[in-house]
C-alpha cells in the first residue's frame, strides 16, 4: 500500500476534492448540525463545543494505521461551495482494506454530486493506496446511500439485521463491497 502518493487535490468534472481547510468551518457545521443528515448514522448531530472538537479532527487527518481516516472536502468547481465529504477508513493495513464513507450537505442533494465525490475517493483507494477491498456499511433504510454504492458497482454482501442501537431505536446495516479487481472492469 502507498499512503506517499496521496496527492492533496483530486478533481472531477463537477468537484473539487480536497483537506479541508479553516475557512471550511461554517459549511462544515451547516450540515454537521441538521438531524437529516445524521438520521442513519447512529449518532446525534453535533454542536457547540462537540462541532468545534469534530471540525479539528477534519483538519487533523492522518492516514498510516489502522483506524485512520483519510477525509477529503468536496467542494462544487463552479461555486467553490463545500457540499460535502468523503472519507477512506483504514480498517485493515495488512488485509488491504479501507471502508468508504461519505456526508452531504441536503441543499446540494439530487445533482449526482455523490455518487461523483464517492466514485472519485474509491479510485484514490484502488489506484493511489492500493486497497485489495474498499467495502461501505449503510443503514438498511438510507436508501439514497444504497442507491449509490449500487451505481458504482459496490455488491451486497451483508444485511446484518438489528446489529445497533441508537436512541432505544434498533438499526439494520447493509455491508456494500468491492475487489480492486472489480474496480478496474467497471
Same mark, same amino acid.
Given at each position: 500500500? @502507498?499512503?506517499?502518493?496521496?496527492?492533496?487535490?483530486?478533481?472531477?468534472?463537477?468537484?473539487?476534492?480536497?483537506?479541508?481547510?479553516?475557512?471550511?468551518?461554517?459549511?462544515? $457545521? &451547516?450540515?454537521?448540525?441538521?438531524?437529516? =443528515?445524521?438520521?442513519?448514522?447512529?449518532?446525534?448531530?453535533? !454542536? $457547540?463545543?462537540?462541532?468545534?472538537?469534530?471540525? &479539528?479532527?477534519?483538519?487533523?487527518?492522518?492516514?498510516?494505521?489502522?483506524?485512520? #481516516?483519510?477525509?477529503?472536502? =468536496? #467542494?462544487?468547481?463552479? !461555486?467553490?461551495?463545500?457540499?460535502?465529504? =468523503?472519507?477512506?477508513?483504514?480498517?485493515?493495513?495488512?488485509?488491504?482494506?479501507?471502508? +468508504?464513507?461519505?456526508?452531504?450537505?441536503?441543499?446540494? $442533494?439530487? @445533482?449526482?454530486?455523490?455518487?461523483?465525490? +464517492?466514485?472519485?475517493?474509491?479510485?484514490? $483507494?484502488?489506484?493511489?493506496?492500493?486497497?485489495?477491498?474498499?467495502?461501505?456499511?449503510? !443503514?438498511?433504510?438510507?436508501?439514497?446511500? =444504497?442507491?449509490? +454504492?449500487?451505481?458504482?458497482?459496490?455488491?451486497?454482501?451483508?444485511?446484518? +439485521?438489528?446489529? !445497533?442501537?441508537?436512541?432505544?431505536?434498533?438499526?439494520?446495516?447493509?455491508?456494500?463491497?468491492?475487489?480492486?479487481?472489480?474496480?478496474?472492469?467497471?
Amino acid at each position: 500500500m @502507498n499512503f506517499d502518493s496521496l496527492k492533496h487535490l483530486y478533481e472531477t468534472e463537477r468537484l473539487t476534492l480536497r483537506p479541508f481547510i479553516a475557512d471550511d468551518e461554517m459549511p462544515f $457545521g &451547516a450540515y454537521h448540525s441538521r438531524p437529516e =443528515v445524521y438520521r442513519y448514522l447512529y449518532a446525534a448531530p453535533s !454542536d $457547540g463545543s462537540a462541532l468545534k472538537q469534530k471540525f &479539528a479532527r477534519a483538519l487533523a487527518t492522518t492516514f498510516q494505521n489502522d483506524g485512520d #481516516v483519510y477525509r477529503l472536502a =468536496v #467542494v462544487r468547481k463552479t !461555486d467553490a461551495a463545500l457540499i460535502g465529504e =468523503v472519507l477512506l477508513k483504514l480498517e485493515s493495513k495488512q488485509a488491504r482494506q479501507g471502508e +468508504v464513507g461519505y456526508i452531504f450537505n441536503p441543499d446540494f $442533494g439530487g @445533482n449526482g454530486y455523490a455518487t461523483e465525490a +464517492v466514485k472519485a475517493i474509491i479510485g484514490v $483507494g484502488f489506484n493511489d493506496i492500493g486497497f485489495h477491498r474498499i467495502f461501505a456499511r449503510l !443503514d438498511s433504510e438510507n436508501l439514497r446511500s =444504497v442507491r449509490i +454504492v449500487e451505481r458504482i458497482g459496490f455488491r451486497r454482501e451483508a444485511h446484518l +439485521v438489528e446489529n !445497533d442501537c441508537f436512541d432505544g431505536r434498533w438499526g439494520s446495516e447493509y455491508i456494500y463491497a468491492m475487489l480492486k479487481s472489480e474496480w478496474a472492469h467497471s
